[in-house]
């Protein structure tokens, strides 16, 4: 006999757990999860900021949107990160590239403009090639843990249910879900917050996918010179897609921000692109990677338009996307999560700058 919610939410990691804690203040939520733990694949492996330097427009709005979240969590959330200021540098032929990010992004942060003194005593590490700077002094590194565990502990004081190791094998319109494990879930409204999966689930649903995109993106750790001042450096990031590093644990993490197409899968960094991160650390700072401490990637998904896809999909009742949140999953989950509040249960819209019609599949024809 299937189990029977109001809502059923397939993905476990950010979007899918801030999504059932907003909607089981109005309804029975249950959220299928395939791994044995929240948040296994790219919520977890972000080392993820909320900052103003990622993504366009609309991707800032909902990273406005959800600050306050984040700076006044409500009951039952542990603090949800820490200042960290975000630095980024730039060479003198890079300079009108700098510009513009600044002109982009002076709307919704507050940001300083650094010259090559500047940018060297914010990071010494930096090469002295590095000649401009501009920098946010309020931007927050996140805690993922915080904001999953937090998510999870409202989905369940509010009644909602997390069922791990629940790996979907079958979907039938209704909304019957069955796992790999046989047992099925029933329920109205199907939410598919299922990651780099999102259009497999869809499939499987009978629902018209969206040509989501998964990108792998590296991390690499590595220990700092001794005597690096790590407990006051910025996170630091190039002005184009090339780099960015900051203090992690007692030691320095880096990334070539790559974006390798993959299929959906537990991402393993390639040796290429851990090869690459370093190269581009000696290529940018003063640093040398002797020794790799560790590494890991993730994937993060996108949509065409590298926008969020989130809403009712058009001709089937009932199926609800919640998916293609990028790099950005963490930083604007609280602000997603109000807005399928909004969109289910039809709460108050909650993002001014942002429109449903921005965010829905219907937008893909």
């Not at 997390?162 to 979907?168: D, F, K, M, S, T």
Request: one cysteine or more.
């Amino acid at each position: 006999m299937a189990q029977t919610s109001d809502i059923l939410v397939i993905g476990g990691g950010i979007a899918g757990l801030s999504a059932a804690a907003a909607l089981s203040r109005h309804a029975k939520v249950t959220v299928l999860e395939a791994e044995e733990q929240v948040g296994y694949h790219s919520s977890g492996r972000s080392a993820t900021m909320l900052h103003y330097f990622l993504g366009d427009r609309l991707v800032r709005e909902l990273t406005l949107a959800s600050r306050a979240f984040v700076e006044q969590p409500p009951d039952g959330f542990d603090g949800l990160g820490h200042p960290m200021p975000v630095l980024i540098f730039a060479r003198d032929d890079e300079r009108a590239e700098l510009d513009a990010l600044e002109a982009e992004i002076a709307q919704f942060a507050e940001l300083e403009r650094l010259d090559a003194g500047a940018v060297h005593a914010m990071c010494p590490l930096l090469k002295d090639d590095a000649q401009h700077g501009l920098v946010d002094r309020h931007a927050i590194r996140l805690d993922p843990h915080a904001l999953l565990q937090g998510n999870l502990r409202q989905l369940r004081a509010n009644g909602g249910t997390l069922v791990a190791g629940a790996r979907v094998a079958a979907i039938r319109p209704g909304w019957d879900v069955t796992t790999e494990q046989g047992e099925t879930y029933s329920a109205p409204i199907l939410v598919n917050a299922a990651g780099s999966w999102a259009d497999r689930v869809a499939a499987m649903a009978g629902v018209q996918t969206v040509g989501l995109a998964p990108k792998r993106r590296t991390i690499i750790t590595f220990d700092a010179p001794p005597g690096t001042p790590l407990d006051r450096l910025p996170f630091a990031k190039t002005v184009g897609e090339e780099l960015y590093f900051a203090p992690e644990s007692g030691r320095l993490f880096a990334s070539p921000m790559d974006e390798g197409p993959s299929d959906p899968c537990d991402a393993q960094p390639d040796e290429e692109d851990i090869a690459l991160a370093a190269w581009r650390i000696e290529e940018r700072t003063t640093l040398k990677v002797d020794r790799i401490h560790s590494k890991w990637a993730g994937l993060r998904t996108f949509a065409p338009d590298r926008h969020p896809v989130v809403g009712f999909a058009p001709g089937a009742d009932g199926f609800f996307w919640l998916a293609g949140q990028g790099g950005f999953g963490l930083q604007t989950s609280p602000a997603l999560a109000a807005i399928v509040e909004s969109l289910v249960s039809g709460a108050p819209w909650p993002v001014a700058g942002v429109t449903a019609e921005a965010l829905s599949a219907a937008r893909f024809g």
